[in-house]
């Protein structure tokens, strides 16, 4: 018999997949010419529920399910950063799929189902558990891709993420074989006890797979190449989904195979893969014309400076919280910087290119400045997110003595803020290209805007509640 | 011992396949190597004492989803038709002496060594139908159960790709 209390700690998931399946079923009731707005309106209503459902979730930590999942304020930190992504992404989604015509029945359903794969990647401490959430939020992404129809590149984009995303899967799982060849054992706790016992070669070579895999996730130089090609071809609501939720999903369970299992030998590894990611993403973000691989290349930069918290051992209570800091400010600042980028692109997306942004500056006031705190943060701008993001992990870096690793980090920072400059300077400088009005944002679309400038400066200024509550979610998880 | 040697030979022909896989030009011979691949894997299976999986190897990879991919092959009419009429070269030369040799040493095992008296043992039977079921539904419960969120997701993506504009 299953102890009930197991089923309040899956209650998020219960809750989104209740509401996936309803808004499966609402879709065909509708006549063919209804609005198909309440769809969506549903959609955020369970995630909104799914919300309260974590925090019910919080107050019954513990293991549940003979030993796959564990609920501690480490599961229920990445919870809350996946659930208000996608919240953010369904709002402004309402505008966004009338306006490039695209059918809404499955696309939020297929949010809603990612969310639970993302939800349980960071409750899990089963390693089948966790192939089976990454699947969920993967194949419910690559499919997500795709949605743009009339766009070829939407279809090569949900392809090649799709190809080169099961390969990686595949590393992963066989990452996973390997450490149950090498360990006898699939679980966190159990391997980190059988670790500590001695570590067999099989085992290094599992964790190198498994990092493999999940620095595909993850879009981590060497294994960033499919990044802008995606970004660039999928819907804009969706790449702010991807790039920033299955991301921290990802970033979560690293962190719970890396330090959860104690596994040895990873240090150079993430070190080099750190510092290729940061220079790679900025120096191909220098010379981009669009917006959205602009921004691509932006997210394996920011990959790298996560990564970098991963290698600060020194003191890993410090790294780790920096690391899970980083993520929350990260997804604020990210999400909100596409809600922009897919209410300026219009229909078709026609708006992307750097020089579409000449003069926003005068033709849509609000809708530069919202987009001019997000990239201000990117950079790292005191009073944002993004500074406090930086500083962390970057002090966590150099109390461990990596001061090689932050002065290319620190290089990295300055080289990026080029970039994100030029983008403000063609909108407050340049004169404007069209006199097309740009249409007035809706509400719901602006509500996710202003949460994410809300969640940006929140954090830029008062830090320290989110980073105590960090601190104390990796104690948890360091051994 | 004897299951020592099983292994080894059905590894080889598992990895022969493999590599014939790759190698073959017509899709249909590459498919026709895989069924090869999946039998052997189904043999090492039972060596290791996985009668279940052995068995669900054989139904669902060697006869499920090959049909699958036969299908798929005729649908999309790949590749050209092609026949030599020479054959295998590597059957021509090695065919013959080979059978001999195999059937040679077969004899000469059987008139050398009479019937066993003791039975030979394939390893310890512990993947049963029973256990694997105790793992899936009290273990394994709550992966078990949200494969069912990944198939209903596969099947949207299906269904999405699948649609014609409109």
Redesign the interface.
Known sequence: M?PSGDYIR?LP?IVL?IF?MLV?VIDPLLGENDDRKSIGVVSAIGALLALGATFIMAGHPGE???N??RVDDFAVFFHVVVILIALACILMSFEYLKVQEI?QG?YY??IL??T??MC?MSSAI?L??LF??I??SS??T??LA??R??AAESAES?LKYFLLGSFATAFFLYGIALMYGATGSTNVDAIAAALRQGTPVMAYLAIALMMVGLGFKVAAAPFQVWTPDVYEGAPAPVVALMSTGPKAAAFAVLLRVLFGTAAPGWFWAVWIAAALSMTIGNFGALVQTNVKRMLAYSSIAHAGYLLVAFIAVRNMEQGVSAAMFYTAAYAAMNVGAFAVVSHFASAGEKYVSIEDYAGLGRRSPVLAAVLTVFLLSLIGIPITGGFFAKFYVFRAAVSSNLIWLTVIGLVNSAIGSYYYLRLLVMMYMKEPQSEESVPSVPFAAGFAMAGCVVATLYLGVFPNRVLQFAIESARTLVH | MLETVLFLIFAAICVGGAINLLAQKHPISSALSLIVVMGSLAMVYLLLGAEFVAAVQIIIYAGAIMVLFVFVIMLLNAGEEERSATGSRVAMVLGVPGLLAAAVTTGWVLTRHGPASTPVVLGEFHGSAHAIGRLLFHEFLLPFEVTSVLILVAIMGAVVLARRGE
């Open positions: 299953i899956i998931e997949s996936g499966m549940a399910f003979y796959i999942l059918r499955e359903g297929l189902f990612g639970v794969g349980l089963e089948v558990m089976v959430a699947e969920i194949i419910s690559y499919i795709g949605f129809r009339r949900s």
